[in-house]
């Protein structure tokens, strides 16, 4: 049973450019959620998708999308990038009517460095 | 305010000995769920343990149990026999039913080093 899956697991930008991230869920679940952690911090929520529809979406700026496909991957797109736009991308997946019961299954991130 | 505190940056403890990690949280919600994650320098956040609001009982899970005290929101993390494998960066979480979502609200972490 393949668990979430994100790739690339690395990625190097230049300041200004845009950049795509990808994430396949956990066989089963059809709900992703996106985090954004920065070095030593802890993860913050950016949004989730259901439905292929964005259902909540923290305190990230418009330059942050996303898209959620009839397969239930999803992606999650940044422009314009910013130094501080560095950090470790994890995607989660889950049920979406687990109520506060439902596990989070995460990917292994992926790693942006913008230059 | 921080919805999720985790007041030790980092902490040692020598092998096979106990650890207690600390996470106190803050909501008005009735109905909610602490989580305990753990994650290596890889990067993947591995799920540890998790206790509801409304569970009497301290949950367990093989060496790791939660010390729940709802009237002083704390939900530290009890590790017993610790081994080398447990160095690693712990983060407690807590999703509240009156997030639609369910999202995760993260504390900052604690990084934890095993002593051989």
């Known amino acids: 049973d393949a668990g979430v899956t994100q790739s690339p697991t690395h990625l190097i930008k230049t300041r200004g450019q845009q950049v795509t991230l990808r994430c396949s869920p956990k066989s089963g679940h059809d709900t992703v959620s996106w985090y954004q952690q920065a070095l030593g911090q802890g993860p913050q929520f950016i949004f989730q998708?259901?439905?292929?529809?964005?259902?909540q979406r923290g305190n990230f700026p418009d330059r942050f999308s996303g898209h959620q496909f009839p397969n239930y991957s999803s992606e999650l797109n940044v422009n314009a990038l910013l130094l501080g736009d560095s950090a470790l991308y994890l995607c989660a997946s889950s049920f979406p009517t687990g109520g506060v019961t439902a596990e989070a299954f995460f990917g292994q991130g992926t790693r942006l460095t913008v230059v | 305010a921080q919805k999720i505190t985790q007041t030790q940056p980092g902490m040692f403890v020598q092998e096979k000995e106990a650890v207690t990690l600390d996470c106190t949280y803050d909501?008005?919600?009735?109905?909610?769920?602490l989580f305990w994650y753990k994650q290596p320098s890889s990067g993947e956040m591995i799920f540890l343990i998790y206790?509801?609001?409304?569970?009497?009982q301290n949950a367990t899970e093989g060496r790791y149990s939660l010390n729940f005290q709802k009237a002083r929101k704390s939900a530290n993390l009890v590790i017993s026999a610790s081994q080398l494998g447990d160095s690693a960066m712990y983060f407690c979480a807590m999703r509240e039913e009156s997030s639609n979502t369910g999202k995760l609200i993260f504390g900052q972490g604690t990084t934890l080093q095993v002593k051989p």
């Open positions: 909501t008005s919600d009735q109905s909610y769920g």
């Open positions: 998708y259901y439905e292929e529809e964005e259902r």
């Open positions: 206790q509801g609001s409304y569970d009497e």
